[in-house]
């Protein structure tokens, strides 16, 4: 898979320093991944929540919340907003 817009990480890395072993961790699994379906996704993120289009991984021990839009087909995850749990 391919990640669209890591500028999003960056960003919140730079306002949540803590957050960059997780969020790179993610991003290498994300890389590495092939998924077909949302069934794979969830053997490998099995913390990931399907809301309509969207794709919420809980990140960090659910310290941090990254919605995107996952294409299948194309093989690109597109990274809408990263969060912290209690925003």
């Known amino acids: ?28 699994a994300v890389e590495f991944s092939a998924w077909k379906n949302p069934g794979e996704l969830k053997r490998t993120f099995g913390t990931v929540d399907f809301v309509g289009d969207k794709t919420i991984f809980d990140i960090g021990g659910n310290k941090f919340r990254l919605i995107a839009y996952v294409h299948y087909r194309r093989q690109i995850v597109y990274i809408k907003q990263v969060l912290t749990h209690s925003e």
Do not use: D, N, Q, T
């Open 1 to 28: 898979m391919r990640v669209i817009s890591e500028r999003r990480l960056k960003e919140f890395v730079e306002r949540f320093p803590r957050a960059k072993g997780a969020l790179s961790s993610w991003a290498s």
